[in-house]
C-alpha cells in the first residue's frame, strides 16, 4: 500500500505541476440531491472531444463554494479526469460529509450518462474541504453519513487527497480507522505546520501519522519546494452585469456587478469599457479597486455613444496572474435635447394678507426640474404681472425655497405680485408668480417706549465713589429700540446734567457703574434711563434717591 501511496502523491504532484491549456467544457449547476435544496449542486467538467468510454472522477470539496474549485478544473482534464465541484450544506463540518457521499452515489448511479468509471472516483478537498474529503471517504461503508438517496449505490471511493486539511478537528479514533480500511489517503501541508489531535498527547507534528500505517501519507512542502511550483492559475471573474442588463442613457449613472475569486485570493480589479462588442477595450472606467470588490456606481460620460457597448472586469492576484470577465453587450442612447422648462409652484408671501412698507416678510415657494434648478430671482410686478422691474434677489441656488425680504420703506403699491424665475442648466426657464397683494404705507410711529424698574446696586441706599455698582432696568417698544442712555442727577432728578452711558444696544438691559472720586457727595442722587426708539420716540424712568458718600 505504500507503493499506491507513493504513486498517487507523485501523479497529484505532477498535475499540479501540468498546468496545461488543455480544453475543457463545463456543465453547471447539476443537482445531484434534494431539488428543493439549492446547496446541492455540482460543476462538472470534461475534457473536450475526450472520447474514453470510461474516465476516472476526482469530487472536489470545497471550504464554502463550488466555485473554488474551478481553477483546479484544468489541472485534472487536461489529464484526462473528469473534475466535479460539488456544493454542500455547510451548517456543521460533521454534517458536510453526508452531502459528499451523495454526490458519489449520484455520479455512480448516472455513471453511464458521464462516461464515468464508478471504481475510480476520489475525494479532493482543500482547507476545511479537505477535513470533509477525508471524513467522507473513511466513513463511507460505515453508513454514518448516509442520506437515503441514491441508496443503491456505494458511498465507497477509490482515494482521497487534501491541501491543508484542518486536522485539529480530527481524532486519534479517525487515524485508526484509516488503518482499517485500506483507503489509500494523501495530505499535503507545509513544512513546520503543526496539526493538533484531541488526545492526551496534546499537539503532535504531523509526522506522527506513519504510525497509522502504510495507507495515510503526509508530504511536507519547504519553502524551497514551495517557491519551484508558482501560481499562474488567474482569478475567475463572472456574472457581470451593468444596470441590470438594461440599455442606458448616456450621462445616466448605474451600478456594475461582477463576482470573482482565485485559488491564492483576488488583490484587485480594474473595469474597462468596449464600445465595439468587446473586439477592443480602450476605455479604462476605473482602477485600483480593492480584491473584496464586488459593485461600482458608474457615471456614464455624457457623450458617450454605442450600439453594441460591453463592460469587461480584470482580475489579479498578487503574482500577477489575471483574467478578464466581460457583461452582455448594451446600448448607450443619446440623451434627447432637455427644452422642458423648470416647474415653480405655490408662490407665497405673508401667507397672502397686505405687506407694510419697511417691514420684513417671508417669500415662499417650491421648485424643480427634469434635470436641474441652476439659479433662482425673485421679482417684483406693479403692473399686474406685464413686467418685473424690481429685483428683491438674483442668482440663488438650487434647493433654496425661501427667502426674507424686507421691503423698502418708499414701496407703496395697491397691486404687486411676487414672481420666482428659475432657470435649468440649458437655459430653459419659468415664472411662478404669487397671487396679487398690497404694499401699505408704514403707520407713523408715535408711541413712545416703555422703561420700568430701574435699580441701583439691587435697590442700595447708599453707593460709595470708586466701589463698583451694576445698574439694572427693563425697557420695551411696539416697534424696535434704537438706542438707550444712561444720566446722573444729583438734585433728586429735577436735572441729570451728567451722561453714564450712551448708545446702548436695545436688548442691554443691564451697565456696571464705578462713581468716580471728583463727584461731590450727595444725599439725592437718582439714575435714569432713556429709551429711543427709530421713530425718535423717548420714554425714560429714574431709579429711587440714593447717597453718594
Not at 496545461?20 to 447539476?30: C, E, F, G, L
Not at 444596470?243 to 449613472?253: H, K, P
Not at 420695551?476 to 438707550?484: A, C, E, H, L, V
Request: negative net charge; aromatic residues 8%.
Amino acid at each position: 500500500m505504500i507503493k499506491i501511496t507513493k504513486l498517487l502523491l507523485s501523479a497529484l504532484i505532477i498535475v499540479l505541476l501540468s498546468l496545461s491549456a488543455y480544453a475543457q467544457k463545463v456543465t453547471h449547476d447539476i443537482s445531484y440531491g434534494d431539488l428543493s435544496e439549492p446547496t446541492m449542486t455540482a460543476d462538472l467538467y470534461e475534457p473536450e472531444g475526450e472520447t474514453s468510454t470510461l474516465r476516472p472522477l476526482v469530487i472536489f470539496v470545497s471550504a464554502g463554494q463550488k466555485s473554488e474549485g474551478e481553477p483546479y478544473s484544468r489541472l485534472f482534464t487536461s489529464a484526462g479526469f473528469l473534475f466535479a465541484c460539488v456544493n454542500y450544506k455547510v451548517s456543521s463540518l460533521f454534517t458536510a460529509p453526508t452531502d459528499v457521499l451523495t454526490s458519489v452515489r449520484y455520479f455512480k448511479a448516472n455513471a453511464k450518462q458521464w462516461n464515468i468509471d464508478p471504481k475510480k472516483i476520489a475525494l479532493f478537498g482543500v482547507s476545511s474541504g479537505a477535513t470533509v474529503a477525508v471524513l467522507a471517504a473513511t466513513s463511507a461503508e460505515t453508513g454514518e453519513y448516509e442520506s437515503g438517496l441514491w441508496s443503491s449505490e456505494s458511498s465507497q471511493v477509490a482515494a482521497a487527497s487534501g491541501i491543508f486539511a484542518t486536522l485539529a478537528t480530527l481524532d486519534r479514533e479517525w487515524v485508526e480507522q484509516i488503518s482499517q480500511n485500506n483507503l489509500p489517503i494523501l495530505l499535503l501541508h507545509k513544512d513546520q505546520e503543526t496539526v493538533v489531535l484531541h488526545s492526551a498527547t496534546g499537539k503532535t507534528k504531523a509526522a506522527k501519522f506513519w504510525e497509522a500505517g502504510e495507507q495515510l501519507a503526509v508530504a511536507f512542502f519547504n519553502e524551497h519546494i514551495a517557491q519551484t511550483v508558482p501560481d499562474i492559475t488567474p482569478p475567475m471573474v463572472r456574472n457581470v452585469t451593468v444596470n441590470g442588463g438594461v440599455d442606458l442613457t448616456a450621462g445616466q449613472t448605474v451600478t456594475i456587478n461582477w463576482e470573482s475569486s482565485d485559488n491564492i485570493g483576488v488583490i484587485g480589479h480594474e473595469i474597462l469599457l468596449s464600445t465595439d462588442g468587446g473586439a477592443s477595450f480602450a476605455e479604462g472606467i476605473t482602477k485600483g479597486l480593492a480584491g473584496n470588490v464586488r459593485t461600482f456606481a458608474w457615471a456614464s460620460p455624457s457623450t458617450l455613444r454605442a450600439e453594441n457597448a460591453v463592460i469587461a472586469i480584470l482580475a489579479f492576484d498578487a503574482n500577477g496572474n489575471r483574467r478578464m470577465g466581460s457583461s452582455a453587450p448594451f446600448k448607450v442612447n443619446a440623451q434627447s435635447p432637455d427644452s422642458t422648462p423648470p416647474t415653480v409652484n405655490n408662490v407665497s408671501i405673508n401667507n397672502g394678507q397686505d405687506l407694510t412698507a419697511g417691514e420684513s416678510f417671508t417669500v415662499t415657494w417650491q421648485s424643480s426640474d427634469n434635470v436641474a434648478i441652476a439659479s433662482q430671482d425673485l421679482l417684483v410686478s406693479f403692473d399686474e404681472g406685464k413686467t418685473f422691474p424690481f429685483v428683491i434677489v438674483a442668482g440663488l441656488a438650487s434647493g433654496i425655497s425661501n427667502f426674507t425680504w424686507k421691503v423698502p420703506e418708499t414701496m407703496v403699491s395697491d397691486s404687486v405680485l411676487i414672481a420666482v424665475l428659475a432657470r435649468d442648466p440649458n437655459g430653459n426657464q419659468r415664472l411662478g408668480v404669487s397671487t396679487p397683494f398690497r404694499i401699505k404705507a408704514a403707520t407713523p410711529d408715535t408711541i413712545s417706549p416703555v422703561v420700568s424698574n430701574v435699580m441701583v446696586g439691587g435697590g442700595v441706599k447708599r453707593v460709595k465713589r470708586g466701589d463698583a455698582v451694576t445698574i439694572n432696568w427693563q425697557s420695551r417698544d411696539n416697534q424696535t429700540i434704537s438706542s438707550q442712555t444712561i444720566r446722573l442727577s444729583l438734585d433728586n432728578g429735577q436735572t441729570f446734567p451728567i451722561t453714564i452711558a450712551t448708545g446702548l444696544s436695545a436688548d442691554t438691559a443691564s451697565f456696571n457703574w464705578t462713581p468716580g472720586q471728583e463727584l461731590s457727595k450727595t444725599k439725592t442722587a437718582v439714575i435714569q434711563i432713556e429709551a429711543v426708539d427709530k421713530a425718535g420716540n423717548k420714554g425714560s424712568s429714574n431709579s429711587s434717591k440714593f447717597r453718594i458718600k
